[in-house]
């Protein structure tokens, strides 16, 4: 009884730092352009996160020991310390990351305290270095590709809107195209990654979505720009109010893919206690869901404006069409390399949406500063985890002599 106490604290703890350093990824750009307030994000997605994490957290199934381990090489004992001390460690510095203000991948950081657990419990031989090799590739792979779809983007709404000879005439066609093309994706990536939906079922509603947004759009910015003097304005109004929806997706997403980070180890030592079996995958129950969703959101609220201001306003200055592009083109990403296998972490994809919109104003409007440190951060995350990890399970291990 003891142990599931523990791992239902420890659980929490982890879904808290989730929510700390994970609510960059949905508000950071609204919160950067303006378009909301920190603490409006942070009440905002405190509800969105929860609702996505207790409503669909349950169709993101959790792999044991994320396929980092081979679980026949380990004892079920073994297994359940392991998700201890990788809960323990993963958190510790996901947390320490997110009080200086660096945006970490905290799937990756689970992934490396399951590495070091996994290197002392069943040595070098029993890890997927496989699967550690993709997840290495994913720290280039991902800002790249949302950095150079970013930038792609801007320059077209740039080039399609604020910079032809009638930009009034131009943005009543191109403003609702963008936002309803982002529709499309975000529709479809919650319908296929979320719900486990066909690839074909994700686009077909998303078309359907897409085509009603754009007509409906389309009549609401014409008779917007008919009614003003300054064109300009009233399109960012209007990619101001898109980023506040496609926010509200990433966080209700977030809560629904990412609680499982935080439930599934806790489910797994439920498991492991209640039966002395290994599964391969772990059905997360409510009750874990529901702690889980409730430590994110509190993490979001108490602890989720450093990250947000490094992501939103310290990389590069943000207005609302260029926050809607990091947006979109971040959903965009994550949604092409799902469907391809491609291995990419959210946060990731995210800064480098941020620097590539940034970059296409120019290389001297990106903090370089800034973002090295992040990168840095990026790379020190999963070996430190893993060292920690590998430590605290030496010492649970030689304590309690299992």
Known sequence: MLILVVAGVLGFIMAFSIGANDVANSMATAVGARAITVKQASLIAMLLEFLGAVMFGSHVSQTIVKGIVEIERIQPVELMYGSLSALIAASLWILVATNWGYPVSTTHSIVGGMLGFGIVAAGFNGINWKVFFFIVLSWIVSPLLGGALSFVVFKLISFTIFHTKNPKRSSIFAVPFFISLAIFTMASLFVKK??????????????????????????????????????????????????????????????????????????????????????????????????????????????????????????????????????????????????????????????????????????????????KNIVISWFLIVPTVAATSAGVYSILKLVLKF
């Open 194 to 371: 979320t719900l486990k939906q066909p690839l074909s079922e994700s686009l077909i509603l998303g078309v359907i979505l897409a085509v009603v947004t754009f007509i409906s759009l389309h009549l609401i910015v014409k008779r917007l720009l008919r009614n003003s003097k300054n064109e300009y304005d009233v399109v960012e109004n209007v990619f101001k109010r898109a980023q506040i929806l496609t926010s509200c997706y990433v966080s209700f997403s977030h809560g629904a893919n990412d609680v499982a980070n935080a439930a599934g180890p806790i489910a797994a030592v439920m498991i492991v206690a209640s039966t002395g079996v290994i599964p391969k995958t772990v059905e997360i129950p409510f009750l874990a869901l529901a702690l889980g969703g409730i430590g994110i959101s509190m993490g979001v609220f108490f602890l989720g404006q450093k990250v947000m201001e490094t992501v939103g306003e310290k990389i590069t200055t943000l207005t609302n069409s260029r926050g809607f592009t990091v947006d979109f083109s971040a959903a965009t990403t994550v949604l092409l390399a799902s469907s391809l296998g491609l291995p990419v972490s959210t946060t990731h994809v995210v800064v480098g949406a941020v620097t590539g919109v940034g970059l296409a104003r120019g290389i001297e409007v990106v903090n370089v500063g800034v973002l």
